[in-house]
């Protein structure tokens, strides 16, 4: 059950009495897709370890919300979909680097029910965390990448159309730009899109609000920097009522799709640095998986761990500072 919030006077729920991470998890969340550079099995490792080594309690782990046309037409073209539903080899499928089969499609669609959870959560809690999700190369009328929905698009216009929030800000740290995001909110004054990422890899980039195009092989210290002055700069010209962080670790230095060189304690870094500026200021934030390809999907999920724990942390120092002093 998802608890109701707390009406502020921008129209957004936000979390009372505290900041505290939920998360949404399921074990669909591996769908076969055959011999592959997307490891699946990250979900189910990360969804495991959650339980065993950061002993998240049942009431903070949550399944699938169910999603529907009507939620994915917000987003996404009839014809596109209407392709998906069939499962029909067209332009719009084909484009996808996924198999064009029923049982994948139809994973990949429950998914976006995470996402939806998610956001949802962070509004009544602080951070919802989905173990999944981040598909921010899905364009409206048809797919790209490992991407067939735009799941974070879907959550956001859910969150909308319950009258939850208005205004939004997109993180994304994913080392692919966020094309299909760009694409999606190119002409909504309501949300601002912001990339970090690496220039020259994949995909065929877009204009987002704020682009951070990074040089390949740059490591923690310059990475941080640049991210630490976007975020500034950002808040200069826009203040949301929800920030969908993508929260890829491809920039991760050993991964196979990547180009640039953060280390472990890098990724951290720029976890907490996300973190702490938002729910340190009591504004949602939605977690969303996103990329990952290091060389096995255990090294993958660790990394994933890693953004847990950074939320975690995160919310344990926003709760310490509302403690009143003794």
């Given at each position: 059950m998802i608890a109701s919030g707390n009406q502020t006077a921008s129209g957004a729920q936000r979390f009372k009495p505290g900041p505290f991470v939920h998360y949404v998890y399921e074990?669909?969340?591996?769908?076969?897709?055959?011999?592959?550079?997307?490891?699946?099995?990250?979900?189910?490792?990360?969804?495991?370890?959650?339980?065993?080594?950061?002993?998240?309690?049942?009431?903070?782990?949550?399944?699938?919300?169910?999603?529907?046309?009507?939620?994915?037409?917000?987003?996404?073209?009839?014809?596109?979909?209407?392709?998906?539903?069939?499962?029909?080899?067209s332009w719009a499928t084909l484009s996808s680097e996924l198999p064009v089969t029923r049982s994948v499609i139809d994973g990949f669609r429950a998914m976006v029910g995470g996402s939806v959870a998610a956001a949802t959560l962070a509004i009544r809690h602080g951070v919802g965390f989905h173990v999944g999700g981040g598909f921010h190369h899905a364009f409206p009328d048809h797919a790209e990448g490992f991407c067939y929905l735009h799941d974070v698009a879907i959550a956001i216009e859910q969150l909308r159309a319950d009258g939850e929030c208005e205004r939004v800000l997109v993180v994304d740290t994913d080392v692919h730009q966020g094309n299909g995001t760009a694409i999606?909110?190119?002409?909504?004054?309501?949300?601002?899109?912001?990339?970090?990422?690496?220039?020259?890899?994949?995909?065929?980039?877009?204009?987002?609000?704020?682009?951070?195009?990074?040089?390949?092989?740059?490591?923690?210290?310059?990475?941080?920097?640049?991210?630490?002055?976007?975020?500034?700069?950002?808040?200069?010209?826009?203040?949301?009522?929800f920030v969908a962080y993508v929260a890829g670790v491809d920039p991760h230095r050993d991964d196979q799709l990547g180009g640039l060189a953060l280390t472990d304690e890098g990724l951290g870094r720029r976890d907490r640095l996300v973190f702490d500026r938002y729910v340190g200021a009591g504004i949602p934030v939605g977690v969303f998986l996103a990329g990952g390809y290091a060389p096995s999907a255990d090294a993958t999920a660790r990394l994933h761990l890693g953004t847990a724990m950074a939320a975690e942390d995160a919310c344990e120092r926003a709760l310490r500072d509302l403690q009143p002093p003794s």
């Open positions: 074990d669909a969340a591996y769908v076969d897709i055959g011999a592959h550079v997307f490891p699946v099995d990250k979900y189910r490792l990360t969804g495991r370890w959650l339980r065993e080594e950061l002993f998240v309690p049942p009431d903070r782990m949550h399944g699938w919300l169910p999603v529907n046309d009507e939620q994915l037409e917000r987003v996404h073209t009839p014809g596109y979909l209407r392709d998906l539903r069939e499962a029909r080899s999606i909110y190119a002409q909504d004054a309501d949300t601002f899109t912001y990339s970090i990422h690496q220039e020259n890899n994949y995909p065929v980039k877009q204009r987002s609000d704020l682009d951070r195009g990074l040089d390949d092989g740059i490591e923690d210290e310059a990475y941080l920097e640049h991210l630490q002055r976007d975020l500034v700069a950002i808040a200069e010209r826009f203040e949301p009522d």
